[in-house]
T-cell receptor, first 120, second 110 residues
Framework: EVQMVQSGSEVRKPGTTVKISCKVS????????IHWVQQAPGKGLEWMGL????????IYAEKFQGRITITADTSADTAYLDLSSLRSEDTAVYYC?????????????WGQGTLITVSS | HSALTQPPSASGSPGQSVTISCTGT?????????VSWYQQYPGKAPKLIIF???KRPSGVPYRFSASKSGNTASLTVSGLQTEDEADYYC??????????FGTGTKLTVL
């Protein structure tokens, strides 16, 4: 059974950095890209970026360029999302997801979500 | 890439059919056969209900169907049931390993 288990909720002050983890099991970690998706309270889904765990290639959405870093630790089957220079608008639930269907964004497995609250 | 455009809300009575649209551009929806749809309940992660424009993952009821014409994709829910009340999002591949989601539609079963 595929599982994606994310780290717990965090509270951060504006201007700081947060790191969220996503540990996967049930498949070979390097077989599929890991994507990260943001959902602000009461708002829609927004694609943030992805990593290919096989070669650490990353692609980031333009909106988050310069503030986002996605990494992967193949020894721990875990992907990470770092988001820096946090502002109140970054308060959101962050999901990791993977696409084992087509490799083109059909996210059939999701983490449970991690709530990040940015508040002074 | 700008978010794909969906109607904010849709509604129907039990047993009826409802269709939700998802409009993009030739750089995303119109350019690839990689449109997917997700169902999301409050406080839960999204669930994939359609992939590859019109394919259903195992376990998704036949009541959910989808199609695409030009730059607009559509999701149809037939024989509405109360448990279909949820938020629905489309998404599309947008080239060069970029992806875009729709703005989301809240489906109400009256």
């Amino acid at each position: 059974e595929v599982q994606m288990v994310q780290s717990g909720s965090e509270v951060r002050k504006p201007g700081t950095t947060v790191k969220i983890s996503c540990k996967v099991s049930g498949y070979t970690f390097t077989d599929y890209y890991i994507h990260w998706v943001q959902q602000a309270p009461g708002k829609g889904l927004e694609w943030m970026g992805l990593i290919d765990p096989e070669d650490d290639e990353t692609i980031y959405a333009e909106k988050f360029q310069g503030r986002i870093t996605i990494t992967a630790d193949t020894s721990a089957d875990t992907a990470y999302l770092d988001l820096s220079s946090l502002r109140s608008e970054d308060t959101a639930v962050y999901y990791c997801a993977t696409d084992s269907v087509s490799g083109y964004g059909d996210y059939d497995y999701w983490g449970q979500g991690t709530l990040i609250t940015v508040s002074s | 890439h700008s978010a794909l455009t969906q109607p904010p809300s849709a509604s129907g009575s039990p047993g009826q059919s409802v269709t939700i649209s998802c409009t993009g551009t030739s750089s995303d929806v119109g350019g690839y056969e990689y449109v997917s749809w997700y169902q999301q309940y409050p406080g839960k992660a999204p669930k994939l209900i359609i992939f590859g424009v019109n394919k259903r993952p195992s376990g998704v009821p036949y009541r959910f169907s989808a199609s695409k014409s030009g730059n607009t994709a559509s999701l149809t829910v037939s024989g509405l049931q109360t448990e279909d009340e949820a938020d629905y999002y489309c998404s599309s591949y947008a080239g060069s390993n970029n992806y875009v989601f729709g703005t989301g539609t809240k489906l109400t079963v009256l």
